[in-house]
């Protein structure tokens, strides 16, 4: 079965900070992405990637940004952190049918 | 924009009933329709998945139902069980392969009494 690992289940950062989200797949697909999920709005998308160094804006791009320098690994970043942005965040990949998603990181900003 | 609209939010059912949850999409270019379930603690996991060329699926107890020209998609789960309960969420794609970004529906929290 493909595996998407997210490095970190819970994470608690302070406000200003630059926080780094890694996920990484191990079954060679092209397609990565990065959600948040928070009550009430369902998944939204953040970025989304097709392939090496190829990055796009998904639904609410703004205060993150996205690395991908290996196929394998999808690197999101919140380059100053602010309580707005605690949330459930899901790497998940795919490749021909259906996503495969990690099993989430909790971030809080305090 | 593009848009997944997804109900009930919450939906409880007795062991062995019937739920049923649906959802509408906007864009009339969508083809690829997969359902997902999350559980406590976990990432959402693909549960069945149908495409528009199809007007059903089922894969055991959990079948989905399409409806291109109303742009409506239902998922049915028939003798519900206690491990049914979680959160399902639907999406809908333009891509056949799913090479294309998922729009997601908010979620419906099913929860099976025994």
């Known amino acids: 079965d493909v595996k998407v690992t997210q490095s970190s289940r819970y994470l608690v950062k302070r406000t200003g900070e630059k926080v780094f989200l890694e996920c990484v797949q191990d079954m060679d697909h092209e397609n990565m992405f990065w959600y948040r999920q928070d009550p009430g709005l369902g998944l939204r998308l953040i970025y989304f990637s097709y392939d090496v160094k190829m990055k796009e804006k998904g639904d609410i791009p703004e205060g993150y940004s996205v690395s991908r320098e290996k196929k394998e690994r999808f690197s999101l970043i919140l380059e100053s952190a602010s309580t707005n942005q605690t949330s459930m965040y899901l790497c998940?990949?795919?490749?021909?049918?259906?996503?495969?998603f990690g099993s989430g990181t909790r971030l809080t900003v305090v | 924009g593009e848009n997944v609209e997804q109900h009930p939010s919450t939906l409880s059912v007795q062991e062995g009933d019937s739920a049923v949850i649906k959802c509408t999409y906007s864009?009339?270019?969508?083809?690829?329709f997969p359902w997902y379930k999350q559980e406590l603690g976990k990432g959402p996991q693909l549960i069945i998945d149908?495409?528009?060329?199809?007007g059903e699926k089922k894969d055991q107890r959990i079948a989905v139902t399409l409806n291109k020209t109303a742009k409506h998609f239902s998922l049915h789960i028939t003798e519900t069980q206690p491990e049914d309960s979680a959160v399902y969420f639907c999406a809908a794609s333009r891509a056949s392969y799913n090479t294309d970004k998922l729009i997601f529906g908010t979620g419906t929290r099913l929860q099976v009494f025994p």
């Open positions: 149908i495409r528009s060329n199809v």
């Open positions: 864009d009339s270019a969508s083809n690829y």
């Open positions: 998940a990949s795919s490749w021909l049918r259906g996503y495969t």
